[in-house]
């Protein structure tokens, strides 16, 4: 999977989905495109730090989605500084992370399978 991360079955995903929105630190989003949900961005705190996630539909790889919707996002979030980890295979999220102003994180050490970036 080029996010990294396994897809959950219906009921986990609203399990989870439930847990996320029952905290009140979590600022979250959906993006949109032609009127279709594109996919969703979220940003919550965790064992101090503010961390941001966003999972963009295949079909809209490639097209500055991801993007854009993590700058709006940033300025509305604007808190810092903010994490993000990523699997070290998804270049196309590294990328994106770097063109919001993002960067790699050697205070923060994740696992050898992941990079940190953060943004200041």
């Known amino acids: 999977e080029m996010a990294g991360f396994p897809a959950r079955d219906h009921?986990?995903?609203m399990a989870h989905w439930d847990r996320l929105l029952s905290n009140p630190e979590l600022v979250t989003m959906s993006v949109t495109v032609d009127d279709r949900v594109a996919g969703h961005i979220?940003?919550?705190v965790q064992d101090g730090q503010?961390?941001?996630?966003y999972w963009i539909g295949?079909?809209?790889?490639g097209r500055g989605v991801a993007t854009q919707m993590l700058k709006l996002f940033l300025e509305h979030v604007?808190?810092?500084p903010i994490h993000a980890f990523v699997v070290k295979h998804n270049v196309a999220s590294v990328r994106v992370l770097q063109k919001c102003g993002f960067r790699p994180d050697e205070e923060t050490a994740g696992e050898a399978d992941e990079f940190v970036?953060?943004?200041e």
């Open 11 to 13: 009921d986990a995903f």
């Open 42 to 44: 979220g940003s919550w």
């Open 50 to 53: 503010r961390l941001i996630g």
């Open 58 to 61: 295949q079909r809209y790889w």
């Open 78 to 80: 604007t808190e810092r």
């Open 117 to 119: 970036f953060v943004r």
